[in-house]
């Protein structure tokens, strides 16, 4: 079955969506939703962006990731419209769905979605915020660092938030990021054990950043007890 072509089954699954809350649609199996996502991404209809962002809360992760590469798909070729509709479903109820149109948003580098980004850094669901400080890097929203940098370092968030806040302060690059990475690195000297893989990238934004204020701090971690954390801290000193 080509991609490019859409058979009229999947045009009666596309019918269908339209009044579906998922891409659920016709009784069809995963790899059929899967082939229908993939015809919308190079669909030319208005209506082929809400169809897209239905999918991203698809039960069947495959389908899901093509909703994703569709939407950039679709987002590279319409533009503006679809980053409006995007940004919208960073307010969906679905988990899902808002997770999903944070990284399509990234991807697309959309300036527009900034600050709808930086709200959805205190959203409910880690893959969520996840998502959202991995789009504020790839678009280089460096207003957003010291948001980045609170979710970072806020031990009451869960560890995959925290990783994608430290992750997108390293790609960011900014001076400003040093103390509070530093201050996560010191959070796991006072025997935070449990979350190694936030302080693993920590030490490695702080590696991206490069800046020289940040090895005496540094050579003292060396003495900390994790020994993954040790590794990367002295890969970091290189």
């Not at 079955?1 to 699954?13: N, P, R």
């Not at 702080?206 to 005496?216: E, F, M």
Request: hydrophobic share 55%; glycine share 6%; with cysteine.
């Amino acid at each position: 079955i080509s991609f490019l072509s859409v058979t009229f089954a999947t045009a009666v699954c596309i019918t269908a969506a339209a009044s579906a809350p998922t891409t659920e649609w016709a009784g069809t199996d995963a790899r059929e939703r899967a082939l229908t996502v993939r015809a919308l991404g190079v669909a030319e209809d208005g209506a082929a962006p809400s169809l897209l962002i239905a999918a991203l809360a698809d039960p069947n992760v495959f389908v899901r990731n093509a909703a994703i590469q569709a939407l950039h798909q679709q987002g590279a070729r319409e533009g503006e419209a679809v980053v409006s509709a995007l940004i919208e479903a960073l307010a969906d109820p679905r988990s899902e769905v808002r997770a999903g149109a944070a990284e399509v948003l990234g991807m697309l580098q959309a300036h527009a979605a900034i600050e709808a980004l930086i709200r959805l850094l205190e959203d409910s669901w880690p893959a969520a915020q996840h998502h959202a400080a991995c789009a504020l890097a790839r678009i280089d929203a460096t207003d957003a660092a010291e948001a980045l940098a609170r979710l970072a370092g806020n031990t009451a968030e869960a560890p995959f938030a925290r990783m994608g806040a430290a992750w997108a302060l390293g790609e960011l690059g900014m001076p400003d990021a040093v103390e509070p990475l530093l201050e996560i690195i010191r959070e796991a000297r006072r025997g935070e054990w449990n979350y190694t893989s936030v302080y693993v990238y920590a030490a490695e934004a702080l590696a991206k950043i490069g800046d020289a204020s940040a090895v005496p701090a540094l050579v003292e971690a060396l003495a900390i007890e994790d020994r993954h954390l040790r590794a990367q801290i002295a890969r970091t000193l290189e």
